[in-house]
């Protein structure tokens, strides 16, 4: 089993940056497939970024040049470092891990395994 636990989140406002973690426990996670998501009220779950074993990175359009995803195996652990925040990107933000891909789309919350429990992040002035 693993459990995965993301924290960072808070209230800024527009313009200021934010870091999230989350940290994996249970099982190593070095050669998972991971994920950020993000899901604003009356919304769908959305696809954020992405990473996987060996550092490749995949944004969606809207946050590329503004988020940067990372992971440190050594710690099991990945960040999202989101800079220039709107008040449009205020959401509860998942990260999510998927054992073996495979053939799944990683933009789609289905290809995941497993989710943390979620942090929150409102950007408002």
């Known amino acids: 089993q693993v459990q995965l636990v993301e924290s960072g989140g808070g209230l800024v406002q527009p313009g200021a940056s934010l870091r999230l973690s989350c940290v994996a426990s249970g099982r190593t996670l070095s050669t998972f497939f991971m994920a950020w998501f993000r899901q604003a009220p009356g919304k769908e779950r959305e696809f954020v970024a992405a990473i996987n074993w060996v550092g490749s990175q995949y944004y969606a359009e809207s946050m590329q040049g503004r988020f940067t995803i990372s992971r440190d195996n050594a710690k099991i652990t990945m960040y999202l470092q989101m800079n220039s925040l709107k008040p449009e990107d205020t959401a509860i933000y998942y990260c999510?891990?998927?054992?073996?891909?495979?053939?799944?789309?990683?933009?789609?919350?289905?290809?995941?395994?497993?989710w943390g429990q979620g942090t929150q992040v409102t950007v408002s002035s």
């Open positions: 999510a891990a998927a054992v073996q891909l495979g053939a799944r789309d990683y933009r789609r919350p289905g290809s995941y395994d497993y």
